[in-house]
Structure formats: structure tokens, C-alpha cells
């Protein structure tokens, strides 16, 4: 589990956990995130555990040019926070995918079903991001900085046996 470093951060886990009712155990960052609902996050989202969930969010992304702020492209540009969870049981399955095969689906260029596994080999060569297919229908793609959560989740199935 990564070591908090500053004193934003810890208020920060401290006000997800009040939120929450429970401490946060697991917690990682997703560099990309996208869902079969239409929801891309191109900076990624905070990913972590709580309890008997996963949650993650994101944040409002301050565009930077050698850490000098740039104003947004679009003038009338207004960010939305965007929070969602799920529990480890209702993963029904786990699969690598190609990142921008997954992006274009996620924004309607291509379809779902279509989506096929990553191929290992070049897998080597290409982006690939985690698909969480769950019992509701929904599909969530996440490239986590590590790989711990496939674990998590099938602990919590064995568990709950």
C-alpha cells in the first residue's frame, strides 16, 4: 500500500474515510478509466477499498505546460466529479483488453461486443487496460498502476463462499 507523504493527502483519505463510515484498506491509482455507460477519464481515477467495495473517483484536471496552468480549450468547459463502486461479488469475469479499442467502444465508435481479449504477445506492444465485466451488465476498464486487485477480488469471492 503506497505510504502517505504530505498532509493533503492524508486530510484527503481522512475525509474519504468519514465519508465512507469505514478506513480505506486498498488503494491504488487508475492512469485510465472507462465504462460501458459512456464515462472516460483519460487522467485516471483514484481507485480503493472500503470495506466491502471498490470505489474510485476522479478529479478536475488543471492542464499544465511545464508547470505553468493553461486555460481549458473549450471556454464553456464546466467539470463534473464523477464517483462510482461496485463489490468484488459481482464481478462475474476479469480480462485484459487493448486500451484504445476499449476507449472507442466506451465513446460509442465501436461495439462492445465486439471487443475481444488482448493477445499476449502483443499485448508486449500496446496498451492494455483490465475490463471487470459485472453481474449488472456493466462494464468498467481500468489500467492500474498495479495488480493487486484481481487478488482482492478473488478473496472476497472465496470468502463469501
Known sequence: MPQVKSREELDFLQDLEQRRGNPIGYRTFSTFYADSDGNV????????????????????????FLGIKLKPRRSDYKYEKFESSFSPL??????????????????GYASFEKLKAANPVLSFFRETVTEFRLSDGRLLYFQLI??????????SKNENK
Open 41 to 64: 477519464r483519460d487522467f485516471g481515477v483514484f481507485f480503493y477499498q472500503c470495506q466491502d467495495r471498490f470505489w474510485y473517483e476522479d478529479f478536475d484536471h488543471e492542464p499544465t
Open 90 to 107: 459481482d464481478v462475474v469475469s476479469i480480462r485484459k483488453v487493448v486500451k484504445s479499442k476499449a476507449r472507442n467502444c466506451a465513446l
Open 146 to 155: 498495479d495488480k493487486t486487485v484481481r487478488d482482492l477480488i478473488e478473496k
